[in-house]
């Protein structure tokens, strides 16, 4: 089944401890992107990839760090988590030319910094 | 600065009955247009999409129409169904068709009644 997987789902942590959530796909996309969803916000971009190797800033970039080294795989490292990164985030994925059959998301995990 | 808005957080239709939901922007260099669905505890899913180029696009029961002078894009759902009761996201690509940074509304909660 083509899909992208994150993991936890669910995460609990404290200030400053270092976490990374994981995201892959079993599609062969050259695309991936990070997002979060707040309230009142809807989704914001945070990073994305173009291919391996190769990341840049969305438009919420900071307190967050990304890599591509393979490319089925894009986690998000939150090296010292703030509690205004308490949020849900959600990994995507797309073919190169494939904006307009959009993305495709994983299920999303819920990060809760305290 | 929020380039694309949803302004309707939430619409209540009667089974049967046509579902509309608005959404507008500000960025005349938008170039594709998507609908995103989302049920809880789940990540979007691709609905629909539209280029710029063209003013419809359908898709069984969901239809897309954008209207470029206005910066004004809406989908219709006809018939509505339970099923379809979710947030449904409107978004738009920034840039040319391979640069695939999406932008999201805040989303519109649509409650079908039974």
């Known amino acids: 089944e083509a899909q992208v997987t994150q993991n936890p789902r669910y995460l609990i942590t404290v200030t400053g401890k270092k976490l990374t959530v994981t995201c892959s796909q079993n599609m062969n996309h050259e695309y991936m992107s990070w997002y979060r969803q707040d309230p009142g916000l809807g989704l914001r971009q945070i990073y994305y990839?173009?291919?391996?190797?190769?990341?840049d800033k969305g438009d919420v970039p900071e307190g967050y760090k990304v890599s591509r080294k393979e490319k089925r795989n894009f986690p998000l490292i939150l090296e010292s988590p703030s509690p205004n990164q308490t949020s849900l985030y959600f990994c995507?994925?797309?073919?190169?030319?494939?904006?307009?059959?959009?993305?495709?998301f994983g299920s999303g995990t819920r990060l809760t910094v305290v | 600065d929020q380039q694309v808005k949803q302004n309707s957080p939430s619409l209540s239709v009667q089974e049967g009955r046509i579902s509309i939901l608005n959404c507008d922007y500000t960025?005349?260099?938008?170039?594709?247009f998507l609908w995103y669905k989302k049920y809880p505890a789940e990540g979007p899913t691709f609905l629909i999409s539209?280029?710029?180029?063209?003013d419809k696009n359908e898709d069984g029961r969901f239809t897309v129409f954008l209207n470029k002078s206005a910066k004004h894009l809406s989908l219709h759902i006809v018939p509505s169904q339970p099923g379809d009761s979710a947030v449904y996201f409107c978004a738009a690509n920034q840039g040319g068709g391979a640069t695939n940074k999406l932008i999201f509304g805040t989303g519109t909660l649509l409650a079908v009644q039974p």
């Open positions: 960025n005349s260099m938008f170039d594709y």
């Open positions: 990839s173009m291919n391996v190797e190769v990341t």
């Open positions: 539209i280029s710029s180029i063209k």
């Open positions: 995507a994925s797309s073919p190169w030319d494939g904006i307009i059959y959009g993305y495709t």
